[in-house]
C-alpha cells in the first residue's frame, strides 16, 4: 500500500518511486533474458549497438518482446498491484503487456543510436495532444532492472506539470506545431526535466499528464528497464485507456479504421486473453495481436492466482 506522503508526491509531482517492488532475482532473471534474447554480450559494449531482431532499437531502444515467464512474474508483483490498487482505490484492475528497453550509452561513433534531436533526450505524451484538453486520471509505470544513474539513459519527467496541464493546453490557442509528434516544447518550466535514478526492483509510476521519457545516456552502462501500467477491469477504464494507448479511432495493422471502443470491455479481455495464451503482440500503430517473426514469445506464461486476474483469466470477486 503507498502511504499518505506517498500519495502526496504523486498528487503534488506526478510520480512516486516504491523501493523493492520486485524482488531482486526475478529482475535479474529478466535482464539474463533480454541479453540472451537480444544476442548482446553484456560484457562487450560493441555488441550493445546491434539489432538482430530487427526492433528499430537505435533511437529508442524498446525491444519488442512482450510474453517470458520472466517478464510475466514482474507484472504479477504483488507490490505493484498494491501500489496502483492504493492510486485507483480499487483492487479490481489489469495489467499492460509491454516492453522492456535497452538504452546503451551514446557514442560519437553511433550518433544513431539514441540522439533523439531534442538536447533533452526523449520527452513527450503518450497520447494525442491536440485533442486531449483535460487532464483525466491514469498512470504508467516503470520497473528498474539494474540500479539505474541519473546520467544512464534512464526516467526523467517534469515534477508537477500535471497539475497546470488543462491551463497550459488552454494558453496554446490550438497551436500545437511544436515538433515531433507528441512532442513537448521548450516553454513553461518543461526546458530542464528531471532525471531520476533508481535501484533494480524499484517501481516508478507517473501521471499521464506529466511530460515523461528518458535522458541521454552520458554513462559507460546500458540501461535496462520494464515498462507496465495498471487501470481498472470496466468499461470506465477501458475508455480511458483507450484515449492514451489506443487514440480515438486508430488504424488496424492493414491501415484500416478499428473504430472508437475496438469492441469494448468483453473483446478486449478475450483479446487479452488470445495474446497470453498464443504469445502475440500489440503495438502502437499495430493493435490487432500478431505474432510477431523473430521475437520468440512463449504462449501461456505461468500465472499466479494474481496473474489470472490481473490478465483477465478469472474475474475479480465483486466489491
Not at 226 to 233: E, G, I, K, V, Y
Not at 298 to 318: F, N, Y
Amino acid at each position: 500500500m503507498l502511504t499518505a506522503s506517498d500519495l502526496q508526491h504523486m498528487e503534488e509531482q506526478g510520480y512516486v518511486v516504491i523501493p523493492d517492488a520486485v524482488p531482486r532475482e526475478d529482475v535479474a532473471a529478466v535482464v539474463d533474458g533480454i541479453w540472451s534474447h537480444m544476442r548482446m554480450d553484456r560484457d562487450d559494449p560493441n555488441s550493445w549497438y546491434e539489432d538482430p531482431n530487427g526492433d528499430k532499437l537505435q533511437k529508442y531502444g524498446f525491444m519488442r518482446q512482450m510474453h517470458t515467464p520472466t517478464m510475466w512474474r514482474v507484472r504479477q508483483s504483488h507490490k505493484i498491484h498494491e501500489a496502483f490498487a492504493s492510486l485507483w482505490g480499487t483492487d479490481n484492475l489489469w495489467i499492460s503487456m509491454d516492453r522492456c528497453i535497452i538504452k546503451p550509452p551514446l557514442r560519437a561513433d553511433r550518433p544513431e543510436w539514441g540522439e533523439t534531436g531534442d538536447p533533452r533526450g526523449l520527452l513527450h505524451w503518450d497520447f494525442p495532444v491536440p485533442t486531449t484538453p483535460k487532464r483525466f486520471k491514469l498512470f504508467q509505470a516503470v520497473v528498474y532492472l539494474e540500479d539505474t544513474a541519473a546520467n544512464q539513459g534512464t526516467f526523467q519527467c517534469v515534477p508537477g506539470f500535471q497539475n497546470r496541464y488543462d491551463a497550459w493546453h488552454a494558453s496554446r490557442n490550438g497551436d500545437f506545431e511544436f515538433g515531433i509528434s507528441n512532442g513537448v516544447p521548450m516553454e513553461q518550466g518543461m526546458e530542464s526535466p528531471t532525471p531520476i535514478a533508481g535501484k533494480a526492483g524499484d517501481l516508478l509510476i507517473w501521471d499521464s499528464f506529466s511530460p515523461h521519457g528518458h535522458c541521454y545516456n552520458t554513462s559507460p552502462k546500458p540501461r535496462l528497464a520494464q515498462f507496465l501500467t495498471m487501470w481498472p477491469a470496466t468499461e470506465e477504464g477501458h475508455e480511458a485507456g483507450l484515449q492514451v494507448f489506443w487514440p480515438s479511432s486508430p488504424p488496424s495493422n492493414d491501415g484500416s479504421s478499428l473504430g472508437e471502443k475496438c469492441g469494448g470491455l468483453e473483446a478486449e479481455r478475450q483479446s487479452r486473453i488470445e495474446q497470453w495464451r498464443e504469445g502475440l503482440q500489440t503495438d502502437y500503430g499495430r493493435p490487432v495481436p500478431e505474432r510477431v517473426a523473430g521475437q520468440e514469445d512463449l504462449p501461456s506464461c505461468p500465472l499466479s492466482p494474481l496473474g489470472k486476474r490481473i490478465l483477465g483469466l478469472e474475474p475479480w470477486p465483486k466489491e
